[in-house]
């Protein structure tokens, strides 16, 4: 009995196969590379010490996953697989659209062809849109996404719902993830970001390591104590150990489960940056730059629910996430490209 990960050699992927496989789960994986380096694969056997199949597929691919799951005896899936930049997604809408809604759809077909219905599925905390004051609950009315990565997500998250209305028997727990960063402690594996970074944190280790000059800090002039945007940022190990206790959940029920992974604080873009020197003792130069379009001045969790549901708790707070951010990026300047 194997738990199938897809997406599993990215950033999250990566963190929670290592989890898994050191709480002696059997796994299999299957990526297809797009936004990350099979080196990461065997970082994770290398961490625990354990070996798993892997199939380099795309999951749109239905004779791939009919493959996998002819192959393997598959309990569960954690769905990791998909496209995740906001930006990119508004220059390439088709492509977003394509990737995770079609991804989701064949899988979810082909795992009902399999019998298989325990599906852990990476959502965001983008699906609470802009009109929901933190801290955000999960029953808090869903927001109108303002961009196609987002509407993905939305989508996705009411097919699910849709599905275990039609299927009493099957289980879809829906995480919603705030700011994932952080690194695995011993720095083998970490965030790879293809080209310059879109997100503060892995903007903040590239100008640290000197590969990017200064960071723009946009805008310190929102309604915050600062001046500067509040996000809930989380360390990548509490978020991957979220997905194990959130897989045994699935086991055990069944419907649709919306779960905030979160640590319920809100640091802001200046709190971050200064706990990063101060931790590090990097200086990180930085340069207050307009705001950018379509940020929200505070976005934080309200992580009760996973606490009551799933038993979990966040360990690690933002300066673990500084100094294994960092670790990461020290021990790898150029991420995975040896
Ligand atoms: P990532 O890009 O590092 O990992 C995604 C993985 O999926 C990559 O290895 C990529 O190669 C693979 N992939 C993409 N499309 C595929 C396909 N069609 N077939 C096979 N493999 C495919 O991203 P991540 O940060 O690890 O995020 C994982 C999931 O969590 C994504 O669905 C993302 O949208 C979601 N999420 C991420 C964040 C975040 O800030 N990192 C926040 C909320 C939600
Ligand atoms: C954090 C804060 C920026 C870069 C995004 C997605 C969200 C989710 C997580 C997937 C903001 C500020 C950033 C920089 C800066 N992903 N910033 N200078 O926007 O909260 O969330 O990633 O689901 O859907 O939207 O994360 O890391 O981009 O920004 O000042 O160079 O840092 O303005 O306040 P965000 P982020």
């Known amino acids: 009995m194997a738990i199938l990960v897809t997406g599993g050699s990215g950033f999250i992927g990566s963190h929670t196969c290592v989890q898994l496989l050191d709480a002696g789960r059997e796994i299999v994986v299957v990526d297809n590379y797009c936004n990350s380096d099979p ?7 290398e961490l625990t ?4 199949k892997q199939y380099d ?5 239905r004779e791939a996953l009919r493959r996998i799951f002819t192959e393997n005896h598959i309990e569960a899936v954690i769905h990791f697989a998909g496209l995740k930049a906001v930006g990119e997604s508004v220059q390439m809408p088709i492509e977003y659209f394509d990737n995770n809604l079609i991804s989701t759809l064949v899988l979810l077909e082909v795992m009902k062809e399999f019998g298989c ?3 852990v599925f990476s959502s965001s905390a983008t699906v609470y849109g802009a009109g929901n004051q933190p801290p955000l609950t999960e029953e808090m009315p869903l927001g109108a996404p303002t961009n196609p990565y987002g509407r993905t997500k939305s989508m996705i998250e009411d097919i699910l719902r849709d599905l275990c209305v039609a299927d009493a028997e099957f289980s879809a727990v829906l995480l919603r993830y705030f700011n994932p960063i952080g690194a695995h402690p011993s720095g083998r594996i970490g965030e790879n970001p293809n080209g310059i970074p879109n997100n503060l944190m892995p903007y903040v280790t590239q100008v640290a390591i000197g590969r ?11 309604n915050t104590p600062d001046g500067t945007c509040l996000r809930d940022y989380i360390h990548v190990v509490d978020l991957a150990r979220g997905h194990l206790c959130a897989v045994d959940y699935a086991m055990e029920h069944t419907g649709a489960e919306a779960i905030n992974l979160g640590t319920g604080e809100g640091y802001s873009v200046l709190d971050l940056v ?6 590090t003792g990097v200086d990180v130069p930085y340069v207050i730059a307009p705001r950018r ?3 929200l001045p505070a976005v934080y969790s309200c992580p009760d629910k996973a606490k009551e549901l799933l038993g979990w708790e966040t360990e690690f707070g933002l300066e673990e ?7 990461w990026q020290k021990n790898n300047p150029t991420g995975y490209n040896k």
């Not at 010490?49 to 798993?52: H, W």
């Open 49 to 52: 010490g354990k070996d798993f």
């Open 39 to 45: 080196e990461a694969l065997a970082r994770v056997r």
């Open 212 to 222: 990017l000059p200064k960071l723009s800090v946009f805008g310190d002039d929102y």
């Open 274 to 279: 200064h706990t990063f020197a101060r931790v």
């Open 293 to 295: 379009d379509g940020d």
């Open 117 to 119: 219905k325990r599906l």
């Open 57 to 61: 597929a795309d999951v749109r691919d």
């Open 321 to 327: 996430m500084c100094r294994d951010s960092w670790n």
